[in-house]
T-cell receptor, first 117, second 114 residues
Framework: AQKITQTQPGMFVQEKEAVTLDCTYDTSDQSYGLFWYKQPSSGEMIFLIYQGSYDEQNATEGRYSLNFQKARKSANLVISASQLGDSAMYFC??????????????FGTGTRLQVFP | SQTIHQWPATLVQPVGSPLSLECTVEGTSNPNLYWYRQAAGRGLQLLFYSVGIGQISSEVPQNLSASRPQDRQFILSSKKLLLSDSGFYLCACGTVSTGANVLTFGAGSRLTVL
């Protein structure tokens, strides 16, 4: 069965520094997708970045990059030049398979990131 | 891009009372729809998903049910709420497309059962 593990319940980072949020996953499928979402205190879930299992290059979106290490089954999120507005919960998620019939995700337990001045 | 509306945003209900949370989607047709629940300080648990009108799949046995009476309407219900039903309920929408199928979430409904 597929599983997402986020071992860091909380992380602190100083403004303008980079931070890495860890995520490991477990799946028996060869085809899968990995996602990171941000949840501010308001509760909404904001999509940040996606990595497909067959993508050879690490995904990047602005200040977000995904450090994808397939052999280790890890998909860590790197946030560069942290800003105070980055303070939020961050969730790693996985979609098993590339079926167009379903795009359901399973989520990890999240990491609370706090950025201080 | 699609927009998801959820209501009510906040709800306080007594144990044993009924529940109805509604989710509607704009900007897309024939979407896959999802209900997730987030308990306090926890991750998201998938409750139900639907790939079409009247088609509901349940992920976990529980006190809740879901219905999809129209293409872009998804309803989460309960006949009698339990204390354990408290949580933050998120409706999400996925669309069939090439590349990454990203789930878009609504703003959520916070339910407190007393």
């Amino acid at each position: 069965a597929q599983k997402i593990t986020q071992t860091q319940p909380g992380m602190f980072v100083q403004e303008k520094e980079a931070v890495t949020l860890d995520c490991t996953y477990d799946t028996s499928d060869q085809s899968y997708g990995l996602f990171w979402y941000k949840q501010p205190s308001s509760g909404e879930m904001i999509f940040l970045i996606y990595q497909g299992s067959y993508d050879e290059q690490n995904a990047t979106e602005g200040r977000y990059s995904l450090n994808f290490q397939k052999a280790r089954k890890s998909a860590n999120l790197v946030i560069s030049a942290s800003q105070l507005g980055d303070s939020a919960m961050y969730f790693c998620a996985m979609r098993e398979g590339i079926s167009y019939n379903t795009d359901k995700l399973i989520f990890g337990t999240g990491t609370r990131l706090q950025v201080f001045p | 891009s699609q927009t998801i509306h959820q209501w009510p945003a906040t709800l306080v209900q007594p144990v044993g009372s009924p529940l109805s949370l509604e989710c509607t989607v704009e900007g897309t047709s024939n979407p896959n729809l999802y209900w997730y629940r987030q308990a306090a300080g926890r991750g998201l648990q998938l409750l139900f998903y639907s790939v079409g009108i009247g088609q509901i799949s349940s992920e976990v046995p529980q006190n809740l049910s879901a219905s999809r009476p129209q293409d872009r309407q998804f309803i989460l219900s309960s006949k009698k709420l339990l204390l354990s039903d408290s949580g933050f309920y998120l409706c999400a929408c996925g669309t069939v497309s090439t590349g990454a199928n990203v789930l878009t979430f609504g703003a959520g409904s916070r339910l407190t059962v007393l």
